[in-house]
């Protein structure tokens, strides 16, 4: 099975400025086969990268329906949009339980993707338990420091895996957090990961559309 390669833009003015290039490198990616890339910019540009072909993720969506939810993004918006789902409980962007529980129940219901964002062994089971689609375990520690979870602390990757396993075989992990190359998606999938989440190891290059393809394998 191919990995998944979800790549956070998260707000950097770099991802915003070589969105063209990403998105170019994103669909070659995609079209060999080696591995699959979802991207996930900041909502007003995944609207227009939808249009790629390439599958998007929002980087967020609120616990809220259609109503009176001023500055919210209920999950149905994206549905119609045409985003392929979510990433939940990113580190910058806690949620309560109950509202984690909510969104992954109906990102499912309306058939998107739901990864839901985990810091430990523990948090990746209580995770499993809702039935999302992925979990992706980042030490936030470990986030935007160049150094891979997957070599640094590599029992959280094993003993994520497992510990999701055994709640819920059916759902998927992902490493994130200091992952930049080829080396790093090599590693997390030798650890039992099913991909890799990242952001600033190639959104901050100097060639994001290159490192992304380095990072693939192509």
């Known amino acids: 099975m191919k990995p998944l390669i979800i790549l956070n833009f998260k707000a950097y003015q770099e991802g915003v400025l070589k969105l063209k290039e990403i998105v170019k490198s994103a669909k070659e990616i995609n079209e ?25 993720l929002a980087q967020h969506v609120d616990a809220v329906s ?47 993707v739901s990864v839901v964002c985990t810091n430990n062994i523990e948090t990746s089971r209580s995770a499993a338990a809702l039935n999302p689609d992925y979990v992706a375990v980042e030490p936030p520690e470990l986030i935007g420091s160049g150094i891979p979870v997957s070599k640094a602390e590599p029992e959280i990757v ?46 901050k290059a100097e060639k994001p559309g290159e490192k992304l393809k380095e990072l693939a394998g192509i």
């Open 66 to 112: 259609f109503g009176s939810n001023t500055g919210r993004i209920p999950p149905e918006m994206i549905a119609q949009a045409g985003l392929k789902g979510s990433i939940i409980n990113h580190s910058e962007r806690r949620l309560r339980l109950a509202d984690i529980e909510f969104l992954t129940s109906k990102l499912r219901e309306l058939g998107l």
């Open 158 to 203: 094993e003993g994520s895996v497992k510990a999701v396993k055994t709640i819920n075989p059916s759902v998927k992990v992902l490493c994130g957090a200091g992952i930049s190359t080829h080396e790093d998606l090599e590693a997390a999938v030798e650890l039992g990961a099913e991909g890799v989440l990242l952001a600033s190891g190639v959104i």
């Open 32 to 56: 060999s086969e080696v591995a699959e890339v979802y991207l996930a910019p900041p909502i007003i540009y995944a609207l227009r990268t939808v249009e790629s072909g390439v599958p998007v």
